[in-house]
């Protein structure tokens, strides 16, 4: 059973940098596809980006295409969101999800395993 755990969250003002943290355990993380999704009250969950198993492939949304950026590091079983220029819309909890697939990786179903989420404030 793999589970994720998130960190890195906060407050911070409009155009500041926030990096994201997604920590994997019980089971190679490295075989799955990872991802990143956030949920704004009252708003469905929202693709944000996404990363292949080795690293070679990312996938953004265009809401962010250009000032997020996603990683991972197998070694640490760990995948980070950089987080740049950050906007009010932002704000929402932010939560990592591993996946066995390859393709689809913008659609939450698609997803096998999710983490708790953390909270994302910009103030304006």
């Known amino acids: 059973q793999v589970q994720l755990v998130e960190s890195g969250g906060g407050l911070v003002q409009a155009g500041g940098s926030l990096r994201l943290s997604c920590a994997g355990s019980?089971?190679?993380?490295?075989?799955?596809?990872l991802g990143w999704f956030r949920q704004a009250p009252g708003k469905e969950r929202e693709f944000v980006a996404a990363?292949?198993?080795?690293?070679?492939?990312?996938y953004y949304a265009d809401s962010v295409k250009g000032r997020f950026t996603i990683s991972r590091d197998n070694a640490k079983n760990t995948v980070y969101l950089q987080m740049n220029s950050l906007k009010p819309e932002d704000t929402a909890v932010y939560s990592c999800?591993?996946?066995?697939?390859?393709?689809?990786?913008?659609?939450?179903?698609?997803?096998?395993?999710w983490g708790q989420g953390t909270q994302v404030t910009v103030s304006s």
């Open positions: 999800a591993a996946s066995l697939q390859r393709r689809n990786l913008g659609l939450p179903n698609e997803y096998d395993y």
């Open positions: 019980g089971g190679f993380i490295s075989i799955y596809s």
């Open positions: 990363i292949s198993w080795s690293g070679g492939d990312t």
